[in-house]
């Protein structure tokens, strides 16, 4: 075997293995982004923990075969870059969709969500989401809400018989 088909099949299969491991990777369309711009856009993506890689349509088409996510490939036209996280489902998609919007040049295709393929629909709805500690800060005030409630009705009759007695 060749020595390019060698590190090709190497290229595969590391795309493959990110489809596997990630907790989500969304597909965009990076033309028209400057240089600048395009730094700027890896800068946040390192920021959150989600991986940006360029990879040729056909190594990701051969990949989603052998990942059984081959409904990504009808997205896998003209330039595409990926971006993975291991760590945290929203990350990926939430720092691309706040991009895009600054940046038309930038295009979301669609994605991966826990080893499914997502739309761009859902990758937009994803990126609404708040991220991990934002939605344990909200099932935190959610938990804390009856017991603070209690807590002021119980002050509201305390100060209430004491402007009684008073």
Known sequence: MSKVIEQKQQVVSE????????????????????????TELRNQLREAGVEFKIYKNTMVRRATAETELTGLDEVLVGPTALAFSNEDVVAPAKVLNNFAKDHEALEIKGGVV???????????????????????????????APIRNFAYATQAVADQKEEESA
């Open 114 to 144: 826990e080893g499914e393929v997502a739309t761009l629909e859902q990758i937009k709805e994803l990126a609404e989401l708040p991220n991990y500690e934002g939605l344990v800060s909200m099932f935190l005030s959610v938990l804390q």
């Open 15 to 38: 795309i493959a293995d990110k489809f596997r491991n990630s907790k989500s990777a969304v597909l965009v369309d990076y033309r028209g982004l400057n240089v600048a711009e395009s």
